[in-house]
């Protein structure tokens, strides 16, 4: 086999592929890998957001790999702190060397006869071409555009004097010092990026469309501190960690069965923090909470920079730009020398690679998917998607213990080829995510679909999936397997290295 052939090829190097790598080096020894990253440094997401106060908007307990302690007692890291935690891991487990970047997947092709991927790649710099293969494909390339973010076409907009920016490509070294700032949004970046500015700049106003429901996390779990006086790292890791998975389930649920219970006790404690000069016009959503993913601020310092003026919040629609800021529907101008657009992710899955099975191209809206895991009828792959309702990395874990039992098993039965079928014919409309989001629904079109029934009912539920992809049956009735008749008990390093 060439120098380019692994038996395991992982597409994407950022929280979930140096994840997927480390489950793989442990579980799977025997098997030969690489991480193929289209960017010259690790860390994914964690490397190419920039902007002021970028952070994890879920705990780090949960967030952190369920194999290795986060130690830090802040509860929602800063990224430069989440990005040296994967490096730190990928170290620890020997990935480095492994990863080969400035790669970026055009297109992989599934060929039946062979049981292998053929996985074309750009080198990012040169724009040469380079073909790897593989027998199985696991693709770790998160949920959006790295290219560019989603920003509506605001009209005026090239009559305004200042800087428009989004957050995806913050400017480096850009300076907001006295300025009057404005961030177009609602959602996570918009909560993070508002109390992070407030600081230096003259004046910041969150301007949004419409209220998110946004919670107070404590900045650090007191609780862990005080157990690592006396137990072990690992143990003190595991206990935040079931407590917040419990929690994070707890709040989710009543949220389903309790919305009215839940949204007045969001409102209450955002009520308490912002004291009686705000209006809470700008934080009552129209819809149920987690109808949207809830917004999380460590010890409220979004409500704090409210309280004291150093920042404000408008509800309203843009008419359009002025030369001077921003006109709004209600009459009411807003001066600005930066507008911030925190308006959304494009999303994007395979990095926007094309998938094909012997030629015949699979659409990702034409599938459904596997145990929120594989594609219908596309063979020897897995994705990497995380929770929308719960931290991401928890389904990361379990997505890769689940393709290193999958390939164990397939080497014990002398197996070159699985291929989730669905005969029963369990298609509906609906896609795989569960939340109305706009950046989810903008996008439904492009994404893979869930099914009527188990297996291809996506619950995004961590205590739902846990047994089911830890400990569950791997033949299952819908995997389709091929045997190697010529070597069946050698296994699938073996086959591939023979």
Partial sequence: MSR????VLIIGAGLSGVGAACHLSRDCPDRSFALIERRQRMGGTWDLFRYPGIRSDSDMYTLGYNFRPWTDPKVLADGPSIRQYIVDTAREYKIEDKIHYGLRMLGADFSTETSLWTVEVEHE????RETYTCQFLLCCTGYYNYDTGYKPEFPGERDFKGQVIHP????????YTGKKVVVIGSGATAVTLVPAMAGEAGHVTMLQRSPTYIATVPERDEISVRLRRFLPEMVVYRMARARNIALQRLVFKLSKTRPGLVRRALLAAARRQLGDDIDMKHFRPSYNPWDERLCAVPNGDLFRVLKQGRASIVTDHIETFTENGLRLKSGEELEADIVVSATGLDMQLLGGAALSVDG?????NDVLVYKGVMLRDVPNMAMVFGYTNSSWTLK????????????NYMSRK?????????????DTDTSFLDLQ????QRAAHKLPRQGSKAPWKVLSNYLYDLPRLRYGRIDDDTLEFVKDENRKRRGVGALLRG
């Fill in 125 to 128: 710099g040169s724009g040469e």
């Fill in 414 to 426: 002398g197996l070159r080829q699985v291929t989730p079928r669905d005969p029963e014919g369990c």
């Fill in 396 to 407: 990361a874990d379990l997505v890769a213990e689940y393709v290193c039992r999958l390939l």
């Fill in 437 to 440: 989001s706009g950046y989810i």
């Fill in 168 to 175: 995806q490509h913050w400017p480096e070294n850009l300076d």
């Fill in 4 to 7: 380019n052939h692994f038996d």
């Fill in 360 to 364: 015949e191209t699979r659409e990702p």
